[in-house]
């Protein structure tokens, strides 16, 4: 970079951005910019970037930005040669409008380099481009970083200034009323959104020093704005700064309290203040009767609270605030929250109190009235559907003990979506629906279940505790999956509503990580027959489609696991039932993978394969008196030795003692493929070593097909 390369502060000052979305505006906004600069050459790769974003504020500074870039030579095509000189040489009048439409005239015609262009040679016309200057780069690079900001919503507004104030419109996500451009300590002459740069910003609405704040140069903007303007204007170093008051505040409360760890609830309030202050509040103890997660919730959702935890992980009367002033005399602050937060937790307790009134299976029939889907039904039919499901399931894996409670567990585990709580607080669904099972006198392995049923929620999310609650969220998810199947209702593209995506991974994941021993074709055909009679239901849909489906799921988590493309598709080619059993025949395979015989027996395998599918006809049957080669009874002979020990390994569930075992097959098999004619003329032979070969398949692709393997 040039010696005039100095720093550079772009800011947008404007009225209070949606706090979600802060973090990525202000990402966005500092990075096109800087992109757009250096793209123009007016910085480079070296040049350090810092976002800044702040309740009023997005802003980005840049180091060793220079005030003009450099000069660039410009190689522009014209024509082919063929037809932009004639004969003679001579420039045609083509070449003549085309040079004067780039400023130049027939004095350039010697000048013009001849270079191959595909078949043909054309003509080029080299010339300098000058560099743009910052005022001019900027200007492109603050219009495309504002047109390209990711704004959730875009709002119309009258502009003030000009020459008719009220008669201008622009569009953005919130008003805008400053623009600071500073390279180094002068103003760089741009625009946008109405508004002319200078070097004034506007610090805290109640707490800045100085108003305006009169930027020095680009590199003290930071500083000033937190001396002048009692303004932290980095996004990171505001949350930074948070945390840090929370723990210390944390700290000072005593007995091991600990501020709830939520990053989204911190992001959001980081976008909410400019100059955080935390303060200690608290409210009364008879509120932590109710369960403390209604209680958190409330304080995170509604206020904006983190909510104060002892060492043990319960909910404390406690919390902290970040206030967005700091007067000498907090007390009316704490005053203030405690007197916001106790209606909310007032509320709370009467849900609570209210819902405990009546029980569970009291609430039941009331989901005949809930709508689920306008083709599946009510939420009460879909009930029905999850009890016979539940039920069958629990009889395949347990007692009738399994069988009853599971069944019970899905009758009543939506019963807590009429209840006032949920109705209030639907993030709460299943975490109610455990302590009115409980406060009922249900077994705790119900309630858990009835809690624990829609697990897993998202990615990494823990499954059900117990086995009850594992068949009812088995039970749950396939018959979502199953009905949204089986009436079309299919995710598309990044559109999933019902979340098909997620429950088909909560399928393959209890099937796998709880190691289960049922089969998930039986699984789905069951499923779909408790939709006996829905018009429109195709069960082809909602068994072979999803099986599908679910299988592509499982393949995309293996892979992302570190498996090979190749060896998911071998295990899950064959479309293993048995979901548990996957992870040992991956590893199987990856084992087999790295023997040196692997290669020539999945090529071997491949090659079979194909012979196979010419010749239907073939049965898997050898007669011994008709094998006439050496290599054929050599084959023969190394199956039945290798192969029954192979089977024996199988059937007993060592799946990658089964494929080493049949690793050293692969002299045997080499020597048949070299020295037998497998489509022999005599019917007979031909179909003894097509026997064989159909023998020797079925042996070696028992655990994986191992022809995926092959290059």
């Known amino acids: 970079m040039t010696t005039n390369s ?88 083509a070449l003549l409008k085309r040079l004067g439409a780039l400023g130049a005239d027939a ?42 900001l990711p704004i959730p919503k875009v709002m119309s507004y009258q502009l003030e200034n000009g020459e008719l104030p009220g008669w201008t419109s622009v569009s953005f996500v919130r008003p805008a009323h400053g623009l600071v451009a500073l390279h180094g300590g002068d103003v760089v002459p741009v625009e946008a959104l109405g508004l002319k740069a200078g070097r004034e910003t506007h610090g805290h609405r109640f707490e800045a020093k100085v108003d ?44 091991g309290a600990k501020p709830i760890d939520d990053d989204a609830l911190l992001d959001e309030v980081t976008a909410l203040v400019e100059r955080p202050n935390v303060l200690v509040c608290s409210f009364e103890r008879e509120f932590l009767e109710v369960p403390q997660e209604c209680l958190i919730l409330t304080m995170k959702a509604n206020q904006k609270y983190f909510p104060l935890l002892d060492a043990a992980d319960k909910l404390t009367n406690q919390f902290l605030v970040v206030s967005n002033i700091s007067p000498d005399d907090a007390s009316a602050v704490v005053g203030g929250n405690e007197r916001v937060v106790r209606p909310r937790l007032a509320d709370a307790k009467f849900f609570f109190d209210q819902d405990r009134k009546k029980s569970l299976a009291s609430r039941v029939e009331s989901l005949g009235k809930v709508v689920y889907h306008n083709k599946l039904g009510t939420q009460g039919e879909r009930v029905t559907r999850v009890m016979h499901i539940a039920r069958t399931i629990a009889e395949q894996l347990g007692d009738g003990t399994l069988a009853a409670q599971a069944t019970q567990a899905a009758q009543l585990a939506k019963a807590d979506l009429v209840t006032d709580m949920v109705g209030e607080f639907p993030e709460l669904q299943g975490t109610m629906g455990r302590y009115y099972a409980l406060h009922d006198g249900l077994a705790a392995d119900v309630a858990d279940a009835i809690e624990d049923h829609y697990k897993p929620r998202f990615a990494g999310d823990t499954l059900p505790r117990g086995e009850v609650g594992v068949v009812v969220a088995l039970a749950d998810k396939l018959e979502t999956l199953v009905g949204m199947f089986g009436i079309g209702n299919l995710p598309t593209g990044d559109r999933d509503p019902f979340a098909l995506r997620r429950h088909a991974l909560g399928v393959v994941r209890m099937l796998i990580e709880k190691d289960l021993t049922l089969d998930l074709k039986a699984l789905l055909t069951g499923t779909a027959a408790v939709f006996q009679g829905i018009d429109g239901f195709d069960r082809n849909r909602a068994v072979v489609d999803l099986e599908g489906f679910i299988l592509d799921r499982l393949a995309g988590s293996l892979r992302e696991q570190g498996a090979s493309a190749q060896e998911v598709d071998a295990v899950l080619a064959p479309q293993p039932q048995r979901l548990g059993d996957v992870p040992k025949l991956l590893a199987a395979v990856r084992a087999f993978a790295a023997l040196p015989e692997a290669p020539a027996l999945a090529a071997a395998n491949k090659r079979i394969g194909n012979i ?100």
């Open 107 to 148: 004095s350039a015609v010697p000048t013009l380099k001849r270079a191959p262009d595909g078949k043909a040679e054309a003509l080029f016309y080299e010339s300098t481009a000058k560099g743009a200057t910052l005022a001019e780069g900027l200007q492109k690079a603050l219009a495309e970083a504002i047109a390209k």
């Open 212 to 255: 305006p704040v009169v930027l020095r140069d680009a590199s003290s903007y930071a500083l000033q704005l937190e001396e002048e303007g009692a303004v932290i204007a980095g996004f990171e170093a505001r949350r930074t700064e948070i945390a840090r008051q929370l723990a210390a505040a944390a700290l000072k409360v005593g007995g």
């Open 6 to 93: 100095k720093n550079l502060l772009v800011e947008l000052f404007v009225e209070e951005l949606p706090p979600k979305a802060l973090k990525k505006l202000g990402d966005a906004f500092a990075s096109v910019l800087r992109d757009q600069l250096v793209a123009l050459g007016l910085a480079d790769a070296g040049t350090v970037l810092t976002s800044y974003a702040s309740p009023r504020r997005l802003g980005a500074h840049l180091t060793n930005v220079v005030a003009q870039a450099a000069d660039k030579a410009v190689s522009q095509k014209l024509m082919p040669v063929a037809v932009g000189l004639d004969a003679a040489g001579n420039a045609t009048p």
């Open 612 to 711: 196979l599918k010419k010749s239907p006809e073939a049965d898997a049957h050898v007669s011994p008196l008709l094998l006439q080669e050496p290599a054929e009874k050599s084959l023969h002979e190394a199956m039945e030795r290798i192969v029954p020990a192979a089977d024996a390994q199988f059937d007993a569930g060592d799946y990658t003692a089964s494929l080493q075992m049949l690793a050293a097959l692969r002299a045997p098999v080499d020597a048949f493929f070299d020295g037998v004619m497998v489509n022999a003329e005599q019917v007979d032979l031909r179909l003894n070593r097509l026997g064989l070969l159909k023998l020797l398949h079925a042996a070696m692709n028992r655990v994986a097909l191992l022809e995926r393997l092959a290059g």
